[in-house]
């Protein structure tokens, strides 16, 4: 039932319209019906309205789903409306009690079918939802880890100290060999749908081209150790949907999504990459993570390498600290 | 030409060449010189015209894709050379970077061989259909993901282009002399309905087609299937009928059958799975095509008798409904608590013991643990179904998954059973190759010549929960690879020559401590491997010293996880495959005051009901 969910960002102002719209046109009927001498019965339109909103239009037309408490809090004011509507005077509220009256007093057969049928059904109703919100359940624990900890001041990764501050990617030069993050990111995949090479004839844009070098030779390079190491878990378009990522929890970060390597500097990420899962701090479970500590596998300059590679493809720059 | 000969004929020729050619040199040209002699031959019989004048049922004649204006071409370049080359390599010879520690290896587009076609046996794909679905749904099973999302249909137009026209080198579409088009009508081929005879009937053709010689009686991929290559050398395994979401035709579809009439009409180009459209009709491959697909894996374990498919199994077969496929990842959804609920008296002897019905199976996923060296890349089991029991005193864990061999140690070794390091005892971490074959020279080590010719070691099985689970403040475990320094595991290990053993782990490099006080008290109660598939029951006491032995309590989440080696594929030591962590969660037994409070609120309420009616009965005496 896709089609009955509301699209998220509309959402208020197109129920509050909907929702008075549905009013209108049950008023409409209602009338009509009242003139042609066929009136809805009091006791059914009230049970139809909050049937209506409560059960079928809060349920299902709303998405993202509201939680039952919620619901339950609009379901009771639903209802003191609709109270407030069938009491509107004394011969409308006699009309509306009118068929619970009957069905009490059991005067046909009908009455007294409906009304021995419900004397048996309600506390049987009644002991199923007890014992079914009794039975004890077990899902899974929700369990809150920290994606992007606070990283340290420094780290020491091959017998070399790396202040996270001040250290910087000794791969991302232009082509006069200085650090210039201004050149990388203007050779890095275009920003649209695809996020392809901006030009596959430009030896400066195209990894791959026999005349790269410096910057995007750097890039080609760290792709191969990607695709030697870290495709596995990441994903060959390094959205985190790789061959194993549907085996371990927590699951492989989505470099293309925009709130991971884009958020960060470099160094965090060189961090990150450098001492892997084991070297989280608690709060983000490092006794969970399968992320290697990949000073274990890979070379200082492999690891720079990657992480340029990472945001090549991506499209995104690293955060610096200006 | 009889249809059925010229197949196998194929397909042998294929087989032969293989280990007198080089793939570069066996293309087309050969197999159609072959085929013309073929003709010749039976013409000059007087028995047939040519090879293709009888088409197989099913089949019509397609027609020939336009060449892609150059533009595209170029366009799909762009697309290629930022996401394909890495696997597929620059000249689409299936040799990229990453291509050695993938397995299934990535396509080498060269020689115009595709697996997943509409065409005939050995015609070229159809690139609208079926190269355009290939790309949008990914290759389950591989590392081949789906491009849907990512690409534009239009980028992932402009990539085949560039592939169909720059990296198939070999043949081209364009070939109006040896090219032709066969595609199967599936969409106007009637299915016949799955039915208890249809399943009976699909489980004798495939004994009477030979499938099992490679997919094993019961489908598990475990036939005389370990050496089986395909066109370039490289280790090949039959599908494993049992987990559809791993066919690689199964364009994120896993349960539909008509993706396994597809690939069972046509083949699998390039690998021993030949066509049978030649030799069986229609309704036959409907007949087999129902039976595989009610064999993968749904909600209920469905014994099927070695194949001997009975009206019981096949009714069981047809009742079970299709388990849940997470749409992010085309693997069954995965539940991270293991349930174990209580029984009476003594725990299963095996595993027909009714009483595993009480209980869900849960799948748990396993990954090459590529953590620390020696790194897993290529893993060959990727899940394991659990179950457990328990009664007052023991547990019981019912672990089964399909490995397509059994693997026991025959070799004495040098290292103990305990030792974890085993690096100076030579099981190393693989480098990287990079061949466009499997028996390169100039990569003797790589993965792919290794594949097959791995020292034997024993199949494996362990699990390990925190011991003292109980004194760690949420969510602290100790790590899930054998746990760390201050935070020990209870490791559980079974192998494949018949140990089960008790160690504790302290850390992923540190060598195991017995625990043989409680090795005593585990007990194997049964362990076989048996059509491609190891059942393994082991039952270990609730409680033992509190101090050493993970004390199992019930209606807490106790964290648990997995390993599992593959004896076959070199898994020792550290090399294996792994699973994040789960809960194991004993069941309590309801308790009393589950009955009591809904009865004591159903007593309520009937006396509320009473309490109405009599005062509604009072007032209108009162008013009468």
Known sequence: MTWLKLVEGYMPMQMITELAICILVFSIINYSLKRAGMGLPKFWAGIFVWCFVNLFYLKYRIYPPIPFSVRAIYGTVAACGIFMWVSGSQQEWEEFKRPIINVLDAKTGLTKFVRTALLILLPIGLWGFAYNSFLPSFDEPIELRTVHPAPP?????????????????????????????????????????????????????????????????????????????????????????????????????????????????????FWRVAKGGIGLPGEGFPWASVMPPWEQHLTVDEIWKVIMFEYWHTGYYPRTWE | MNGNKSQTGLFEKRMVMNETTTPAEYDRRGLGAWLLSCGLLIGGLGLATTSHAEMAEGFAEGSRPAPPPA?????????????????????????????????????????????????????????????????????P???????????????????????????????????????????????QIQPVAPSVESIKRGSELVKEMKCIECHGVEGRGDGNAFNLKDDWGFSIQPADWHKCWNFRGSRQDAYNVKNIFRTFSTGVS??????????????????????????????????????????????ALLAAKPRGIDPLTDKPKVDFVVPSKFVEGELPADEHDERWKLVDRRIVAMGGQITHKPRNFVTRIDDVWVQSLYNETHISFMFRWDDRTNSVQEDSVDWEPYEVNLGDYGIEEQEPGGSKFADDPEHPESIAAKQTAYQVFNDGLAFQFPIKWQELPAPRKPRYFWGDEGYPVDITKWTADGELKAYQGEGWDMDFEDRDDF??????????????????????PLKGDYEEDAYIELGKYIPINFFVWDGHNGDVGRKMAVSAFYYLVLEPPIEKETYIYPTIAAIGLVLVEGWILTRRANRRKGKV
């Open chain 2, 71 to 139: 533009e595209q071409v170029e366009a799909g370049k762009r697309v290629y050379f930022t996401k394909c080359v890495w696997c597929h390599g620059v000249e689409g010879a299936g040799d990229g970077p990453g291509a050695d520690r993938l397995w299934p290896r990535p396509r080498n587009f060269n020689a115009g061989t595709f697996k997943i076609r509409h065409t005939a046996s050995g015609e070229l794909p159809l690139i609208d259909v079926d190269l355009f679905q290939t790309v949008t749904h990914g290759l």
């Open chain 2, 141 to 187: 099973g591989s590392a081949m993901p789906s491009w849907e999302g990512i690409l534009t249909e239009d980028q992932r137009r402009d990539v085949l282009a560039f592939v169909t026209t720059e990296l198939v080198k070999d043949r081209s579409w364009q070939d109006t002399e040896f090219e032709e088009f066969h595609v199967l009508q599936l969409d």
């Open chain 2, 519 to 540: 090795t005593e008290e585990l007990k194997m109660v049964k362990a076989e491997w048996k059509d491609g598939r190891w059942t393994v029951i082991v039952t270990r």
């Open chain 2, 270 to 315: 390039g690998t021993p799975m030949p066509s049978f459209a030649d030799n069986t009709t229609v309704e036959d491959r409907w007949h087999i095509a129902n039976y595989v697909n009610h064999l993968c894996e749904r909600d209920v374990d469905v014994d099927i008798a070695g194949g001997d498919v009975t009206d019981e199994i096949a009714t």
């Open chain 1, 153 to 269: 001041a420094t780290t020491k990764v091959h017998g070399k100290t790396y202040v996270l501050q001040t250290a910087a990617n000794p791969f991302r030069i232009n082509p006069e060999g200085k650090y210039d993050q201004a050149y990388s990111n203007a050779h890095i995949v275009s920003q649209d749908m695809g996020r392809l090479m901006k030009d596959v004839k430009n030896p400066e844009d195209n990894p791959w081209d026999p005349n790269a070098k410096g910057y995007i030779k750097h890039v080609r390079e760290g792709g191969e150790i990607f695709f030697q190491n870290c495709h596995f878990c990441h994903g060959d378009n390094l959205n985190g949907r790789g061959l194993w990522a549907f085996a371990f929890n927590p699951i492989p970060a989505n470099f293309t999504d925009a709130g991971t390597i884009a958020q960060l500097q470099e160094t965090f990420v």
